[in-house]
């Protein structure tokens, strides 16, 4: 059973920098793409961040220069440093990976951020 645990997250306030981690259970494999995703009530679900095993990164131009994505190849986790948070990043946060013709999801963490 594979399945990936997002942690981290709650109720924070505007300016700080909580860390959000996905780890794999029930695998070993490295996947090829992980990534986070979020989500607010009424709005599509947007990419994040993303990394693929060679550590290439991508990042919404939202959240360039705050988030930071990164993972551990060996553990298959992934983590998003998020600093200087802002209201406007309150979503749920979905870990996702990609492992052959697979897509996995988490099933979400919720980030509110408070003024």
């Known amino acids: 059973q594979v399945q990936l645990l997002e942690s981290g997250g709650g109720l924070v306030q505007a300016g700080e920098s909580p860390r959000l981690s996905c780890a794999a259970s029930?695998?070993?494999?490295?996947?090829?793409?992980m990534g986070w995703y979020r989500q607010t009530p009424g709005k599509q679900r947007e990419l994040v961040a993303g990394i693929d095993r060679g550590g290439d990164t991508n990042y919404a131009d939202s959240v360039t220069g705050r988030f930071t994505i990164s993972r551990d190849n060996a553990k298959n986790t992934v983590t998003l440093q998020m600093n200087s948070l802002k209201p406007e990043d309150t979503a749920v946060y979905y870990c996702t990976a990609k492992i052959f013709s697979a897509i996995l999801w988490g099933q979400g963490t919720q980030v509110t951020v408070s003024s």
């Open positions: 029930g695998i070993s494999f490295r996947f090829k793409f």
